[in-house]
């Protein structure tokens, strides 16, 4: 199958609040038909394009759409045969508007059990929490195409702040440099606040608990995994810059680097838009692999929506690692996203 790459310096972006009903007919849509329905915060429809993925899907059939508005009754908005909802922001800040948003949603579907839930509570819950990703990112570890194959970078928990992380991470055969991250994957502003340290003294300005994580010199690029859908062709890379790689005097002299992972990186760490599109420097990783680690992560996750930040490890020869995911994301740089996602949400609103 012919590879499909885009380089993009784009970044992600993600959520925040609020719900209305959306119908983009091109043909007469019987308002008594079962609806697709979807719960997306204004951040996010404006983010993934909703406007023109609705747009496209109504030129491709006649679907009833419905932009899901949780301060009125779900009774009145619908019937619906299909719901789709991103949630992860409110289950991890968990305040009071935000479960009585979740427990709305929640137990609507509870009473209407033949409505298809495209991805469950449980399974959003999961990939907003750092550790419990990376735990189930072992399941991938050993796939490949007889040549590369992934192994993934080492983590732990640091619980409680001790005087001395040094030990503790040999213990783990944890090497500098690493990745310092917050648990929690999304949610509020600090989620996404994270930095590489080169020492176990620097670790002392980390509030715990956080997850540390071993950082791998990727020649500066990203390949960011988009899946929607359930077969290989769903599976799109897209090469974004990332850090450059640290030499061994880096590693002894450089201070704490902290980064917004959803800001560009500054310029003087970060390659330039012409280095990551060089493909002879560092070529995509091999689609085989890919479809191996797209199908794991579809069946251990319970989603069809993810971005997955995959890594060539430049100090270990084929090797690659995945070391993030998430759910939904905004497919920046994906060509064709409009079309690709509403024939997806076809797909979903027949199953």
């Given amino acids: ?129 750092r550790c419990k990703v990376y735990e189930t990112l072992r399941e991938v570890d050993g796939a490949g195409d007889g040549v590369s194959y992934v192994s993934n970078p080492k983590f732990m928990v640091i619980e409680q702040q001790v005087e001395d992380y040094g030990p503790i991470l040999q213990e783990h055969n944890i090497q500098f440099p690493v990745m310092a991250k917050p648990l929690p994957a999304c949610g509020t502003a600090a989620s996404h606040q994270m930095g590489v340290y080169f020492n176990a003294k620097q670790l002392q300005s980390c509030a715990t608990p956080f997850l540390v994580q071993e950082y791998f010199n990727h020649g500066g690029v990203i390949f960011k995994v988009f899946i929607f859908g359930a077969d290989d062709s769903s599976t799109h890379v897209v090469r974004r810059p990332s850090i450059r790689n640290f030499t061994p005097e880096d590693k002894a002299t450089r201070d704490v680097i902290l980064f917004d992972s959803q800001k560009p990186f500054a310029a003087d760490l970060r390659m330039t838009p012409e280095e990551v599109a060089d493909e002879t420097a560092l070529p995509n990783p091999p689609m085989i692999m890919l479809h191996a680690i797209s199908k794991a992560l579809r069946a251990a996750f319970g989603c069809q929506l993810l971005g997955v930040d995959v890594i060539r490890n430049v100090d270990s020869p084929n090797t690659y690692a995945v070391v993030d995911v998430n759910y939904f994301p905004t497919y920046g740089g994906v060509p064709q996203y409009e079309d690709r996602m509403a024939r997806y949400l076809l797909t979903i609103s027949k199953t």
């Fill in 1 to 129: 199958m012919e590879q499909k790459t885009t380089t993009t310096t784009t970044t992600g972006a993600e959520e925040e609040d609020n719900t209305k009903e959306t119908t983009i007919p091109t043909q007469p849509v019987d308002p008594s038909v079962a609806a697709l329905g979807y719960y997306l915060t204004d951040k996010k429809y404006k983010g993934n394009r909703w406007e023109g993925v609705l747009a496209r899907l109504a030129e491709l059939s006649p679907v009833r759409t419905v932009r899901i508005d949780l301060q009125r009754s779900l009774d009145d908005q619908g019937p619906f045969q299909t719901i789709l909802h991103k949630v992860t922001d409110e289950l991890v800040t968990a305040d009071e508007p935000s479960l009585a948003r979740l427990h709305k949603l929640e137990t609507y579907l509870g009473a209407h059990p033949s409505i298809v839930n495209v991805v469950a509570f449980e399974n959003q819950r999961l990939l907003t929490n």
